[in-house]
């Protein structure tokens, strides 16, 4: 079977820590351009934009982008329209409803596309998902904090309207609850914090329900020291789950569960070939729309001034 010719669209930090190990260590992806504002990639053809790259580069079956959200509904609709099949980093777009139109135009063209929820591809959240078709979950418990400066060296557009700032990493706490929970996930209040020079959240606070499920979450962008806290604990009446690492370690009722851990991004392009290959979509928008909810219901309150 010929390799799935795959251009990247924008070459920052996620591109090059996780995109590009997984599509070079994939017989069925080629990587055969790269369309970036930021550092070249070495041994492709690179172009200064997508559109130079789908008009003068080599032909592409696949475009995968990893451009900050802002902007990236049009990139994404240029590609759809000139026939290419889609893999968009999370968050998909930076409104709900441009996310929801990418869907849409996805169908249409019958196009494969994958919104790329890559939490959900972490080794416990299958394990997760098996214990939960045995018992009633009550609670669910997320803490999900990690530093912006380790994660998000310098990058401004985090912080900018439709950055999302806090929600960035927890959007994908958010991934993998909407993912298991029984239910749709919905907002019941929010409690915001701003840092008073910035137009994102550096903190949030969020209680939900899923069905009978009462859901809590606080998300963290300032979190001390080097370790990351990336935890959902799932409570119900017959025992205790617990996600940590981000979804890599899992204990139940406090025995340690052993994993095989392929990696997300391996997990997450062996599900795009998938695909590709059958014309399907997953462009679920369920973690982006209660990410908007929380802006649209959520309390604010006003902090410190942030500084790198
Ligand atoms: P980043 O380091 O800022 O990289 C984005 C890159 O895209 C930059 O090189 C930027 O160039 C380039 N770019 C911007 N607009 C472009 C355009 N129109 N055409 C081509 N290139 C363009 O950001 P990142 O951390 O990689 O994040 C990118 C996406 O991945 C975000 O949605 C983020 O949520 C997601 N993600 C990030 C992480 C993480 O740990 N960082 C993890 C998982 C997912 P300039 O800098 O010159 O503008």
Same mark, same amino acid.
């Given at each position: 079977m010929q390799p799935i010719r795959l251009g990247l669209a924008g070459y920052g930090k996620i591109a090059q820590d996780q995109h590009l190990p997984a599509i070079t260590s994939n017989p069925a992806f080629e990587l055969v351009a790269v369309a970036s504002q930021g550092a070249p990639c070495p041994g492709v053809a690179n172009f200064g934009s997508l559109g130079e790259l789908l008009a003068t580069g080599p032909t592409v079956d696949a475009i995968a982008f990893c451009t900050p959200p802002q902007g990236r509904f049009a990139l994404v609709q240029q590609a759809l329209a000139a026939g290419k099949h889609?893999?968009? !980093?999370? $968050? $998909?777009?930076?409104? /709900? =409803?441009? @996310? #929801? +139109?990418? /869907? @849409?135009? +996805?169908e249409r063209q019958q196009l494969a596309g994958l919104f790329a929820w890559h939490s959900r591809f972490a080794p416990g959240v299958e394990l997760a998902r098996e214990w939960l078709a045995n018992l009633a979950l009550q609670q669910v418990h997320i803490q999900w904090k990690e530093q912006v400066r380790k994660w998000h060296p310098g990058q401004e557009w985090i912080w900018q309207p439709g950055g999302l700032g806090v929600f960035d990493p927890g959007i994908n706490a958010l991934s993998i609850a909407t993912a298991l929970l029984p239910a749709p996930l919905l907002l019941q209040g929010a409690e915001l914090s701003f840092p008073s020079n910035r137009?994102?959240?550096? +903190? @949030?606070? #969020? %209680?939900? %329900? @899923? &069905?009978? /499920? %009462?859901?809590?979450? !606080?998300? &963290?962008?300032d979190h001390p020291g080097d370790d990351e806290l990336w935890s959902i604990e799932l409570r119900g009446a017959e025992g205790t789950l617990r996600l940590d690492n981000g979804g890599a370690v899992v204990h139940?009722? &406090?025995?340690?569960?052993? #994993? +095989?851990? !392929? =990696?997300?991004?391996? #997990?997450?392009?062996?599900?795009? !070939? %998938?695909? /590709?290959?059958? &014309?399907?979509?997953?462009?679920d928008v369920q973690p982006l729309r209660v990410v908007a909810d929380a802006f649209l219901m959520g309390s604010r309150r006003q902090g410190a001034a942030f500084e790198w």
């Open positions: 889609v893999l968009v !980093e999370k $968050p $998909p777009c930076a409104s /709900v =409803g441009e @996310a #929801l +139109a990418l /869907v @849409a135009v +996805a137009q994102a959240p550096i +903190a @949030a606070q #969020l %209680q939900m %329900q @899923a &069905g009978s /499920v %009462q859901v809590r979450a !606080e998300f &963290g962008f139940v009722d &406090g025995v340690p569960r052993a #994993l +095989a851990d !392929e =990696g997300e991004y391996t #997990l997450l392009y062996r599900h795009f !070939e %998938q695909l /590709v290959r059958s &014309g399907q979509r997953d462009m």
